[in-house]
């Protein structure tokens, strides 16, 4: 894929992980960079996306997404239904 008439968007970044979408030759492209302290940022996965498939993507992600945020309600909300057992002194 030539990086001529690529356009990169803003990159996700954490401690030791970075994400990267571009768009590249009628293609969508997601890159994941890893941090090695001796190397810096190394490519560990390039993933070409057809430009159709974007509207299904973002909507797996939302799903995904959707999900993650339903489970951890349902835990918080699991630990509030929790009694204490009553101490006597």
Same mark, same amino acid.
């Given at each position: 894929?030539?990086?001529n008439n690529a356009k990169k968007l803003l990159p996700? /970044?954490? #401690? #030791?992980? &970075? %994400?990267?979408?571009?768009l590249e030759n009628g293609n969508? /492209?997601? &890159? %994941?960079?890893?941090w090695s302290n001796d190397l810096g940022w190394c490519g560990q996965k390039t993933l070409p996306v057809d430009i159709e498939m %974007? #509207?299904? %993507?973002h909507r797996a992600i939302t799903a995904?997404?959707?999900?993650?945020n339903r489970k951890a309600s349902q835990a918080t909300s699991d630990k509030s239904k929790v009694l204490g057992f009553p101490q006597f002194n």
């Open positions: 894929m030539g990086s996700i /970044v954490t #401690d #030791d992980q &970075k %994400l990267e979408v571009s969508a /492209v997601i &890159k %994941l960079s890893t %974007l #509207d299904d %993507l995904a997404r959707s999900a993650v």
